[in-house]
Structures are given as structure tokens and as C-alpha cells.
């Protein structure tokens, strides 16, 4: 069985919107995540978010698969 997660980040405009979408097995929920995480945020999520006021520099940084 597969996982499949997919992450939306958007400027409160909606001007500006990041979707990415990742799978992989459900015994691994959290790398499935991560990998998501790191997708968006290679995508700029993390300074969109910051620009729109929702969120400091980031203290996570997901792992490299």
C-alpha cells in the first residue's frame, strides 16, 4: 500500500501558490512527509510564508533522501 500526501502553500492573495504532492510506502508516514517538506520548501514555501507573516525562518529542515 502507498501514502500519497500532497502540501499546498499559498500568499493569503492567493496570488502565489506552491502544490507538490509526494508517495511512497505507509510504513514510512514520516519520510513520506519529509520529502514532502523538502519539495516546498525547494519551492520557495518557507519565504512565501515568511513574507506573508505567518512564519519565522525555519528551525526544520527535513532530511536528505
Known amino acids: ?3 500519497r500526501l ?3 502553500v499559498a500568499s493569503p492573495d492567493g496570488h502565489h ?3 507538490e504532492q509526494h508517495h511512497g510506502p505507509m510504513s514510512d508516514p514520516e519520510a513520506v ?3 514532502l ?3 516546498l520548501i525547494a519551492q ?3 519565504e512565501l ?3 506573508a507573516g505567518s ?3 525555519p528551525a526544520f529542515t527535513p532530511p536528505e533522501t
Request: aromatic letters at 0%; hydrophobic letters at 55%; a positive charge.
Open 1 to 3: 500500500d502507498q501514502l
Open 6 to 8: 500532497v502540501g499546498v
Open 17 to 19: 501558490l506552491l502544490r
Open 33 to 35: 512527509g519529509h520529502e
Open 37 to 39: 517538506a523538502r519539495r
Open 44 to 46: 520557495g514555501a518557507v
Open 49 to 51: 510564508l515568511a513574507a
Open 55 to 57: 512564519a519565522p525562518a
